[in-house]
């Protein structure tokens, strides 16, 4: 069992910065790949950001790509999300979610365990 606290949400003008953190509690993070989706009003969730369980292979939306970057700490049990150049549209709720066993980082019903969510709103 898992359990995932986001933080780091808020309001921020266009052209800003935002990080995310989102901490996970047990033993066995290390074993999880680790991955952000996000919500806007409206719409359904979508795919941010991945990292895998071993190494440092990370994956990421078109939409965000040289913009937003993942990052995992295993011994601080914690993974970043670090955005930069903040758009309108990347207003969402931001999910940390967790996937013990599947290597479809992209896919939401892959994912085990999620966090209740951080708002990011971007202003224009």
């Known amino acids: 069992q898992v359990q995932l606290v986001e933080s780091g949400g808020g309001l921020v003008q266009a052209g800003g910065s935002l990080r995310l953190s989102c901490a996970a509690s047990?033993?066995?993070?290390?074993?999880?790949?680790m991955g952000w989706f996000r919500q806007a009003p409206g719409k359904e969730r979508e795919f941010v950001a991945a990292?895998?369980?071993?190494?440092?292979?990370?994956y990421y939306a078109d939409s965000v790509k040289g913009r937003f970057t993942i990052s995992r700490d295993n011994a601080k049990n914690t993974v970043s999300l670090q955005m930069n150049s903040l758009k309108p549209e990347d207003t969402a709720v931001y999910y940390c979610?967790?996937?013990?066993?599947?290597?479809?980082?992209?896919?939401?019903?892959?994912?085990?365990?999620w966090g209740l969510g951080t708002q990011v709103t971007v202003s224009s």
């Open positions: 990292h895998s369980r071993g190494g440092d292979s990370t």
């Open positions: 979610a967790a996937d013990r066993y599947g290597s479809s980082w992209n896919l939401d019903e892959e994912y085990d365990y």
């Open positions: 047990g033993r066995t993070f290390s074993t999880y790949l």
